[in-house]
């Protein structure tokens, strides 16, 4: 059973940065595309960024050019480095890693203010 650990949410005044991480174990196989994605209140689970293993990368427009998602492969980790935050980036985010199939971490919140 794969198990997803995130951190680094927290609160930032808009234009502040936040570094996640999500740590991926207990998987026996390859991981494949890891990513993040983000729910605000009242509205659906949306993609923020996605990527592989070869490293290739996907963003919402949203956020190309104020985040960037990273892997470590040798640690199974995925990181989301969000700059220039604003305030409707405030939501809980998700980790979504593929081994076989989807796993999502619990949720880390990150409240933007004004």
């Known amino acids: 059973q794969v198990q997803l650990v995130e951190s680094g949410g927290g609160l930032v005044q808009a234009g502040g940065s936040l570094r996640l991480s999500c740590a991926a174990s207990g998987s026996s196989g390859s991981i494949g595309t890891m990513g993040w994605y983000h729910q605000a209140p009242g509205k659906q689970r949306e993609l923020v960024a996605t990527i592989t293993t070869r490293g290739s990368t996907n963003y919402a427009d949203s956020v190309k050019g104020r985040f960037t998602i990273s892997r470590d492969n040798a640690k199974n980790v995925v990181y989301l480095q969000m700059n220039s935050l604003k305030p409707e980036d405030t939501a809980v985010y998700y980790c979504?890693?593929?081994?076989?199939?989807?796993?999502w971490g619990q949720g880390t919140q990150v409240t933007v203010s004004s």
């Open positions: 979504y890693v593929n081994v076989g199939r989807g796993y």
